[in-house]
């Protein structure tokens, strides 16, 4: 079989349209502190760890992270990333069945979740601004304005994508500077006021936005500890300090998000480049979130926002039929702008903090798309899959597998169906809990690179560093590989009870196995299927795609 006839064509069709400063933009997105961050801190509430050491000693163990990937990508920087390293490295099968399994069909659960930071930082807080409360509390509390939410969401950012690389560029350094723009001015109004400010600002605005009682503040916090919120800002042994990562890395685990798209990145062979954009925005994320945390506790104080976290939650989840004294999600930017009197500088700093939402969107999409793009692109997918849009150099079909199928688990998640007594709205750490074991396989792969392709890696820019005589790319690995095993056991087997996604949860193993099952069955197929057409995949398996 001749070489030149292993891959669907001889080029990808693909362009790199992208800088470094593009990519660094998207992995400062992809930890998104106003979106995944704000969201998934106020779920835990419960946790006995200091949330700022947790950031902290989280977000070092995640650099050895920026040096796995950033390595992989200078070594065979190519669209599909994990699939790509995984399958050239760990062979065929794993490298398929981890990476689709991890950056396809799990991003479809990723769907209804952003849907709901996006109504909770967009249309709540601007409808009531507006004086459209009960608009503002229907898109709180109704789950039929949540998926309504979410169809708006999905074409939007199909629309976007469909523009391509350059285009989507653009849309994110706009979305970057404006979206900063505006924590600016909530960082200011934090610094400046004072909790008593705060507090005369929460009772007015909370009445005349969503119709609270009077004395919110004290009902809030006293809802709260009846929900049991206990998580401070400082302080914990090292042992709850870890318990609390499992929870805080659905939002700080994703600096490489954009490991799959480095086929379209100016330089990607460049590892100092790549390691830096990565850790640059690790660490500004970072430290961003504790500044940010230390302004909200001087001011709204990290005891009503943790009590404000609580109830709103308790009630969410269904652990009580009282509803919160704020009918809305506790948003600290919003809570911030109650600082003021005037609800045109509300409104503006409020659209301009939905920004951070707007520059970040397509992460629930375009990564995975270049994964399928890359698989069909070594014929396990059909071959449309692997068409580009000659325009845009976009891969529409690709883009279509994530955005339909995302809007149908998006509905059993939004109506929480049930499977054996748990309901998909259970399911959201498994949405990190799958992706973290597609970066173990890849991690894997970082770790015996040296030693299963010497010839590859000794031909690349990581074969310099090196830490006490070792690869220093497998070292990196080791770290992070250990912080893996790590999580995954505590979200399988959850001894403390304080994730709900592991083997007690029926709905949440049906729905992995399925997904892992569906990878595993379209992999076979496309074994037999090419292997009747006369092509091996195995060969296929043997080489770097081409660019």
Do not use: C, H
């Given at each position: 079989m001749a070489k030149a006839t292993l891959f669907l064509r001889k080029a990808t069709g693909l362009v790199r349209s992208w800088s470094v400063f593009d990519a660094f933009i998207y992995a400062f997105f992809s930890i998104n502190l106003i979106t995944l961050g704000l969201y998934i801190i106020s779920q835990m509430y419960f946790f006995?760890?200091?949330?700022?050491?947790?950031?902290?000693?989280?977000?070092?163990?995640?650099?050895?992270e920026c040096v796995v990937y950033a390595g992989l990508i200078s070594v065979m920087p190519r669209a599909g990333g994990d699939y790509v390293w995984q399958s050239r490295i760990l062979g065929g099968g794993i490298g398929f069945v981890l990476a689709v399994t991890g950056w396809w069909f799990i991003l479809w659960l990723w769907t209804p979740l952003y849907s709901d930071m996006l109504r909770h930082i967009f249309f709540v807080p601007l409808t009531a601004i507006l004086g459209m409360k009960d608009t503002a509390l229907w898109f709180a509390s109704d789950p039929n304005s949540w998926m309504l939410v979410t169809v708006i969401m999905c074409a939007l950012i199909a629309v976007v994508i469909a523009l391509g690389m350059k285009a989507y560029a653009q849309v994110q350094k706009i979305s970057f500077w404006i979206g900063n723009a505006g924590l600016a001015v909530v960082c200011l109004f934090l610094l400046v006021g004072n909790n008593t400010a705060f507090r005369a600002g929460l009772e007015a605005n909370a009445t005349k936005l969503f119709g609270a009682a009077p004395g919110v503040y004290e009902a809030t916090i006293a809802a709260g500890?009846?929900?049991?919120?206990?998580?401070?800002?400082?302080?914990?042994?090292?042992?709850?300090?870890?318990?609390?990562?499992?929870?805080?890395?659905?939002?700080?685990?994703?600096?490489?998000?954009?490991?799959?798209?480095?086929?379209?990145?100016?330089?990607?062979?460049?590892?100092?480049?790549?390691?830096?954009?990565?850790?640059?925005?690790?660490?500004?994320?970072?430290?961003?979130a504790v500044v940010f945390f230390l302004l909200v506790d001087k001011t709204i104080t990290w005891n009503f926002m943790n009590n404000a976290n609580a109830a709103y939650w308790?009630?969410?989840?269904?652990?009580?039929?009282?509803?919160?004294?704020?009918?809305?999600?506790?948003?600290?930017?919003?809570?911030?702008?109650?600082?003021?009197?005037?609800?045109?500088?509300?409104?503006?700093?409020?659209?301009?903090?939905?920004?951070?939402?707007f520059g970040w969107a397509g992460t629930v999409f375009l990564s995975s798309t270049r994964v399928i793009f890359a698989a069909a692109f070594d014929r396990i997918l059909p071959e449309a899959v692997a068409s580009v849009e000659p325009r845009t150099r976009t891969p529409i079909w690709a883009m279509a597998l994530m955005v339909v199928p995302g809007l149908i688990v998006s509905y059993l998640f939004i109506y929480n169906v049930q499977i054996g007594g748990s309901g998909f709205s259970s399911l959201?750490?498994?949405?990190?809990?799958?992706?973290?074991?597609?970066?173990?396989?890849?991690?894997?792969?970082?770790?015996?690179?040296?030693?299963?392709?010497?010839?590859?890696?000794?031909a690349s820019p990581i074969a310099k560093y090196k830490v006490l005589g070792l690869p220093?790319?497998?070292?990196?690995?080791?770290?992070?590989?250990?912080?893996?095993?790590?999580?995954?056991?505590?979200?399988?087997?959850?001894?403390?009870?304080?994730?709900?996604?592991?083997?007690?949860?029926?709905?949440?193993?049906?729905?992995?196995?399925?997904?892992?099952?569906?990878?595993?069955?379209?992999?076979?197929?496309?074994?037999?299927?090419?292997?009747?057409?006369?092509?091996?995949?195995?060969?296929?398996?043997?080489?770097?795609?081409?660019?």
């Open positions: 006995e760890g200091g949330l700022i050491p947790t950031l902290i000693i989280s977000g070092i163990i995640i650099l050895a500890q009846a929900a049991g919120a206990v998580t401070p800002l400082f302080g914990g042994s090292l042992a709850v300090i870890f318990l609390a990562m499992p929870y805080l890395v659905f939002f700080n685990l994703w600096p490489n998000w954009g490991a799959t798209l480095y086929g379209e990145v100016k330089g990607a062979d460049d590892f100092k480049k790549n390691l830096s954009g990565m850790a640059y925005a690790l660490i500004l994320t970072t430290v961003l308790n009630f969410r989840w269904g652990y009580t039929t009282e509803a919160p004294p704020l009918a809305a999600w506790p948003y600290p930017a919003m809570l911030g702008m109650f600082l003021t009197t005037s609800p045109f500088l509300q409104f503006i700093v409020l659209l301009a903090m939905s920004f951070w939402f959201t750490l498994a949405s990190t809990l799958v992706i973290a074991v597609t970066f173990l396989g890849s991690t894997i792969a970082a770790i015996l690179l040296p030693y299963i392709k010497p010839d590859l890696y000794k220093a790319i497998s070292v990196a690995g080791v770290i992070f590989g250990a912080f893996l095993v790590f999580l995954l056991y505590q979200w399988l087997f959850d001894p403390n009870a304080l994730y709900g996604i592991g083997i007690k949860n029926t709905a949440s193993m049906v729905f992995m196995g399925a997904m892992y099952l569906l990878a595993l069955v379209i992999y076979l197929v496309a074994m037999v299927v090419r292997r009747r057409q006369g092509i091996d995949l195995n060969m296929v398996y043997k080489e770097i795609p081409a660019e």
